[in-house]
């Protein structure tokens, strides 16, 4: 795993803190969405589809800066959109990296080599490219030719500046397994610090709703993928959830573990589901029914769910919140195997 | 497939469907709506949000503007699907499409 210690020290102490002050329910990663706009259109996305007035709008950042303290959270994602069509994108980050969030600038990089200047490489960012695969695959899965090649480019030349990179993969129904190793092994030789991989959520309002992947066919496909993993793969993820995603562990949804602020405020119930907004994060975690979310819940919307989003913070509880879970990590970190 | 798109809707509330269902199809719709009260105001915009288990429900309008209003559930008279509608899957489809020519053009 390639979580730098730094990073698993700090989420490490701050579980701790959590479970010691007795929170129930605690935010580990905000996923800062501050505008909807993006420069792809990808099928499987469902989350650009506005009126053009909704899609010109985006947050302040001083606002992004007031949801950070007001959630806080050790780490900030920032997905979209496309971050990098903010205007204000560097000041942003600049602004996180000072009060010590660790910031995954979430991008498909078509903008990466031009703005590349406004930032600075620090132990507490990262950008996290989107690839869904090698050339052929990813460019389908973004509907436009050359993207693979664009983004390729500029993770090479973030990385000759010292940044840390790190991929984003969601996978869908029909993913060739051997494919995706390739891809691992394709990335690794590139040089990004870590790889991370998720199911794609069957989104309503993404324009293709044939391929998502059910949950016993995406236990499947990631054994197939993860089986025998090579010791030159370093994922930027708990190894917990990855041996979830093969069927391993039996995880619950954990909904308010990444919490998303936009536009509209707080999203309820969590970063896939849009069934209203809370003003306030307090608001968020006291009036949503979470009893209604998660696959335990039968809510048809997450009977399918894996994704990270929701998996991730329960693995992370899992590994700083027992010391089995600990060691379970451990191991798998140690020996890596999954 | 993409469900059906609710684009050019304009139901007669209490024949055609419940408010309540209105008001969820226009939060659920990803284009705007225009909206007619009781009192004879017109609001134009997207419903981002509404809550209808409060003790008064409302709904909440984000204006090209960019002003919010949140109205009641018992101020809407009429709620019509004006706007396009972006998920309506166009640009997926026209991706296939394109995809399908070249692959057979190469084949």
Redesign the interface.
Request: charged share 35%.
């Given at each position: 795993m390639s979580v730098p210690l730094s990073q698993m020290w700090a989420v490490g102490t701050y579980v701790l803190k959590q479970r010691l002050k007795g929170r129930k329910r605690y935010p580990l990663v905000l996923m800062l969405e501050p505008l909807f706009r993006c420069n792809l259109a990808c099928a499987g996305c469902g989350k650009i589809q506005y009126p053009g007035h909704v899609l010109r709008r985006h947050l302040t950042v001083e606002q992004c800066l007031a949801a950070v303290e007001e959630c806080g959270a050790p780490m900030v994602s920032i997905p979209g959109g496309e971050p990098l069509l903010y205007p204000e994108i560097g000041r942003l980050v600049r602004e996180l990296v000072r009060r010590r969030k660790y910031v995954y600038l979430c991008t498909n990089a078509l903008l990466l080599k031009a703005r590349l200047d406004e930032f600075e490489p620090s132990k507490y960012f990262s950008f996290s490219v989107h690839l869904d695969g090698l050339r052929e695959e990813h460019d389908a899965a973004v509907c436009r030719e050359g993207v693979y090649d664009i983004a390729v480019d500029a993770i090479r030349e973030a990385l000759r500046r010292g940044f840390r990179v790190t991929t984003n993969t969601t996978l869908f129904e029909g993913a060739d397994p051997q494919r995706v190793r390739e891809f691992f092994d394709a990335m690794m030789d590139l040089g990004v610090e870590g790889l991370m991989i998720s199911p794609g959520y069957s989104y309503s309002k993404a324009p293709d709703q044939e391929h998502f992947l059910r949950r016993q066919r995406a236990h499947e496909l990631f054994r197939a993928i993860l089986e025998r993993p090579r010791r030159r793969w370093r994922f930027n993820q708990s190894p917990l959830f990855l041996q979830f995603l093969m069927g391993k562990r039996d995880f619950e949804c954990t909904p308010w573990g990444n919490p998303t602020y936009n536009l509209f405020g707080w999203q309820r119930p969590c970063y896939l589901l849009q069934e209203g907004y809370a003003r306030s994060f307090a608001e968020l975690l006291e009036t949503t029914p979470w009893e209604q979310y998660g696959r335990r819940s039968g809510n048809p919307k997450c009977r399918d769910c894996m994704v990270h989003c929701g998996y991730e913070p329960t693995a992370v509880d899992q590994t700083f919140g027992s010391w089995r879970g600990f060691r379970d990590a451990l191991v798998a970190t140690l020996t890596g195997r999954l | 497939?993409?469900?059906r798109s609710l684009e050019g809707w304009a139901p007669v509330i209490g024949r055609d469907a419940t408010l309540e269902d209105v008001v969820e199809a226009a939060?659920?719709y990803?284009?705007?709506v225009t909206i007619v009260c009781h009192d004879g105001r017109r609001l134009v915009g997207?419903v981002?949000?509404?809550?209808r288990r409060a003790p008064e429900p409302y709904l909440?309008l984000?204006e090209?503007s960019?002003a919010v209003q949140r109205l009641r559930y018992a101020e809407v008279a009429q709620i019509a699907f004006t706007?396009?509608d972006?998920?309506a899957?166009r640009?997926?489809?026209a991706?296939r499409h394109r995809?399908a020519e070249a692959e057979a053009a190469g084949a």
């Open positions: - | 497939m993409a469900e939060f659920d990803r284009g705007d997207y981002f949000n509404r809550d909440e984000l090209p960019g706007g396009k972006a998920a899957g640009s997926w489809e991706w995809r």
